[in-house]
Every structure is written in structure tokens, then in C-alpha cells.
């Protein structure tokens, strides 16, 4: 006579318990399915990633309002700067610095009018001819709080203003007033040159041999050299 | 030439398990690679990954090849083919994204040699261990009869 204990640990003729050997074939098929997965998931975040770095980019445009005074000369120079950012990715970018140069032509010194100068003129080589710029602006704009982050596949504008007067920066301001009053109608020719740190929003602590994967840079417009100095907000 | 091909039909089938092994093993292998290699890229992300996790995970996937083939063949076959296999698969997933239309590969070539620099001392970490493991699990895992 068996009691109902006793029936239940008698093992059931018709149950088939896994071998050994199946078991570690479904464990090295678990392991290879979230390899896979994850294989695939990997290679479409570094692919984000190195369209994040490589299609991000900055477009700076200028536009420089000159003041006058009674006379005619001028007393204040307005900039104001638009830095677009267009981020194509599906990352999201955090912009970190962005530093921007701006020279007006020097035609008085090109043209051998005015050799005087505070500070040392830029040259440039255009078409075999050397032209001449005197640095005006130069100024660095970080944005570490409040954080400026632009979403994935999207634009975003960052709009500053540098007033250049005679209070502010004289010495920079005479010498504007000597290039404008001796270049003919006052046409001034602008060139600016912008360089851009941003970096791919979270992106771990980078180390080793890919550490500044996480970094964009990038540079708009035509840096002149030596030409450098210049006034800042 | 009937016999003929029914035998080489044969031979495959009895290969079929072991080149899916290779194959699972390799692309396993792969993954660890490069996520030891650029952890910051891989999902999920980390800033690092420890080198007794990648010896670990070597000598579990050195064990179990070592537990379904347990002789001398396959343990030599599997610290020599993984570790390349690993590596090829590791050299897709970091390749991967050239196929985007949006993105110009360039350098190919350069970028190769690179990889198989850092990829170097995986190969060689990963041959020692495999081989270490193999050559332990034919004596744990040798057939009583044999």
C-alpha cells in the first residue's frame, strides 16, 4: 500500500529530464541570442555616434552695426554673431565652447596709406595677392551653466553681441576709426573665424586610446595669423 | 556517385553542431572584444571594463567548448579559430558604421591596421586562456570509457 507522498517521489516513467550536453547548448545558445542583440544594438549606437561627430556642425554669420558720431567717425561697433548648430544625428549634442575671431581688411596699410598699427595685422594670400586684416573681436563664449543642449535632428541658434566703443577697448576703437575713415565710403570687409568644442550628450567618461570620441570640433570661416587679440564682451 | 554524396551530406551534418559552436562562440567573443575595446560605445554603455571580466568570460566560454568537445583537436581548433573569429566579428561591429549612407568611410585600411593592433593582445590573451581552459576541461570532461 502506497500513500500519496510515496506516489509523488516515485519519478514518472514518460518525464525526460535535459542531459548534461543539452543543458550547455541552451546556455551557449542564451549567451550567443544576448550577444547578438546586443552585437546588433552596439553597432547602432556607434553608428549614431560617428554621424554625431562626423555631420554635426557650426555656421556662424556675423553683421556689424557701425555707430557714428556728429562728425561722421565712428564711435561704437555693434556684433552680433549667430552661431547655428545643426545636429543631423539622433544623438543629442551639448555645446561647450565656442570661440569666435573677427578682422576687418586693412586696405590703408595693404595700400601703403597707414603703416601705423597698435597691434600686428593678420595676412592672408588671395589669388597669389597678400591681403591684410586688423584683428577687431576675439572672444570665447562657454556654456557650462545653464547647459546648452541641442536634440537630435535639429538646429538650434545661439545668438551673442560684442560692443566694441571707445570706452570699452580705445586703442582697438582708434585704430577702427583710422581704417574706416581711410578706406574709400567706409565699405569694410568682415572675416571671421569660428572654432566650436561640443561634445555627444552621454557618452560615459571617456579613457585609453578613444578618449576624446566623445568630442566634436569644428572650425568655420578663415583663421588669419598672427592677427590675433582683440575686444571681448 | 550516389553513395559519394549522401556521404559528404553525412559528413556536413555531423559538422553542422560544431561550426554552429564556432560560429556562436565567435561572435560571443566578438562582442566581449569590443566591448573591452570602446565599452563607451557598446549597450549597455560603461566607462571601463575589468580584465578579470574578460578572463572570466574567456574561461566559461573556454569550458564550455571544452564540454561538448573534449579532445585534442578541438581544443587546439578552439584557441586558434575563436580568437579569430572573435576578432573578424569584432572588426564588423566597429566597421558598422561605413554602411550608413551618411557617413564617408575614409582610411579604410588605417583604420584595419589600428584595430588589429588593439585587437593584438585580445588574440594572444585569448589563445593562452583558451588553450589553458581546453587543456584542463579534456582531462575534467574525457569520456570515462576512453
Keep these: 500500500m502506497t500513500t500519496d507522498s510515496d506516489a509523488s517521489s516515485i519519478p514518472h516513467p514518460e518525464k525526460k529530464r535535459p542531459k548534461p550536453r543539452q543543458i ?49 567717425n565712428p564711435e561704437s561697433v555693434n556684433m552680433t554673431i549667430d552661431f547655428t548648430v545643426v545636429n543631423p544625428s539622433q544623438r543629442e549634442i551639448r555645446v561647450w565652447i565656442l570661440t569666435y575671431k573677427g578682422w576687418v581688411r586693412d586696405i590703408p596699410l595693404e595700400t601703403g596709406l597707414d603703416k601705423t598699427r597698435w597691434r600686428i595685422d593678420g595676412s592672408l594670400e588671395v589669388n597669389g595677392t597678400e591681403q591684410m586684416y586688423y584683428p577687431i573681436f576675439a572672444v570665447s563664449f562657454s556654456f557650462d551653466n545653464p547647459k546648452i543642449i541641442i536634440p537630435a535632428d535639429s538646429n538650434f541658434t545661439i545668438t551673442r553681441n560684442i560692443v566694441l566703443n571707445r570706452t570699452n577697448y580705445p586703442d582697438i576703437m582708434s585704430e577702427f576709426e583710422k581704417i574706416y575713415n581711410q578706406t574709400a565710403d567706409g565699405e569694410l570687409e568682415w572675416l571671421q573665424y569660428t572654432s566650436s568644442i561640443l561634445f555627444i550628450n552621454d557618452i560615459p567618461e571617456l579613457s585609453d586610446y578613444y578618449r576624446e570620441a566623445g568630442m566634436i570640433r569644428r572650425f568655420d570661416g578663415v583663421d588669419v595669423t598672427p592677427g590675433v587679440g582683440g575686444a571681448s564682451p | 556517385m550516389k553513395w559519394r554524396e549522401l556521404d559528404v551530406q553525412e559528413e556536413l551534418r555531423k559538422l553542422l553542431p560544431q561550426i554552429a559552436m564556432y560560429l556562436m562562440l565567435g561572435i560571443i567573443l566578438g562582442f566581449v572584444f569590443f566591448y573591452d575595446i570602446m565599452p563607451y560605445f557598446c549597450v549597455p554603455a560603461a566607462s571601463d571594463f575589468p580584465v578579470w571580466g574578460l578572463v572570466s568570460l574567456l574561461c ?34 566597429y566597421m558598422s558604421p561605413a554602411l550608413s549612407p551618411d557617413v564617408v568611410a575614409t582610411g579604410i585600411a588605417e583604420e584595419f591596421i589600428n584595430m588589429a593592433l588593439l585587437l593584438m593582445p585580445y588574440m594572444v590573451i585569448s589563445f593562452l586562456t583558451l588553450f589553458t581552459v581546453g587543456f584542463i576541461s579534456m582531462y575534467l570532461f574525457e569520456p570515462d570509457d576512453v
Design chain 2, 60 to 93: 566559461v566560454l573556454g569550458l564550455v567548448a571544452g564540454y561538448l568537445y573534449p579532445d585534442i583537436i578541438h581544443m587546439l581548433l578552439n584557441a586558434i579559430m575563436l580568437p579569430l573569429l572573435g576578432a573578424v566579428f569584432c572588426f564588423l561591429i
Design chain 1, 24 to 72: 550547455v547548448w541552451m546556455i551557449l545558445a542564451v549567451m550567443f541570442i544576448i550577444s547578438l542583440v546586443l552585437s546588433v544594438l552596439s553597432a547602432g549606437n556607434y553608428t549614431e555616434i560617428a554621424k554625431a561627430s562626423a555631420l554635426t556642425h557650426v555656421v556662424t554669420t556675423d553683421s556689424a552695426v557701425i555707430g557714428l558720431d556728429e562728425n561722421g
